[in-house]
C-alpha cells in the first residue's frame, strides 16, 4: 500500500478510500480543494502499487491503521468511499478505534 498525503497534518483529518480500477490519485481533485482545511490521506490498494502483492481486507485495513497511527492521526473528520472502496471503508470503520468527530464552525 502506498499513501500520499495533502495540507496540514494538524488539520482534522479525512481518509479517502479509492474506488476498483483506480488509485488514491484519483481523489486529488477533491483533496487539493480540502487541503487548506483538512489533513486528506489517500491511500492506494496494494492491488495497485507496483512490487507489491494483495494479501487480504484484512491486511490492507491493518496498513491503513499502521500508517494513521505512524502519522499519529487519533480522530478523522471524514471517511470518503466509492465504489469498491466503500466497502473496505465500511470494515474500516467497523473496526476502527478511531472516533469520527464533528467540527465546530467558528
Known amino acids: 500500500m502506498q499513501f500520499a498525503t495533502r495540507g496540514d497534518r494538524q488539520s482534522p483529518a479525512i481518509l479517502f478510500f479509492h474506488a476498483m480500477g483506480v488509485t488514491g490519485a484519483s481523489s486529488e481533485p477533491v483533496a487539493r480543494y480540502l487541503q487548506q482545511n ?12 507496483a512490487g507489491q502483492k494483495y494479501s487480504s481486507k484484512a491486511d490492507e485495513l491493518r496498513q491503513i491503521e ?11 473528520a471524514l471517511v470518503v468511499a466509492s ?9 474500516f470503520l467497523a473496526q476502527t478505534r478511531l472516533p469520527m468527530v464533528r467540527r465546530e464552525k467558528s
Open 66 to 76: 499502521d500508517f494513521l497511527h505512524g502519522q499519529r492521526i487519533d480522530r478523522l
Open 38 to 49: 483538512y489533513y486528506c490521506i489517500l491511500p492506494t490498494s496494494s492491488v495497485y502499487c
Open 83 to 91: 465504489s469498491i472502496g466503500a466497502d473496505l471503508a465500511a470494515a
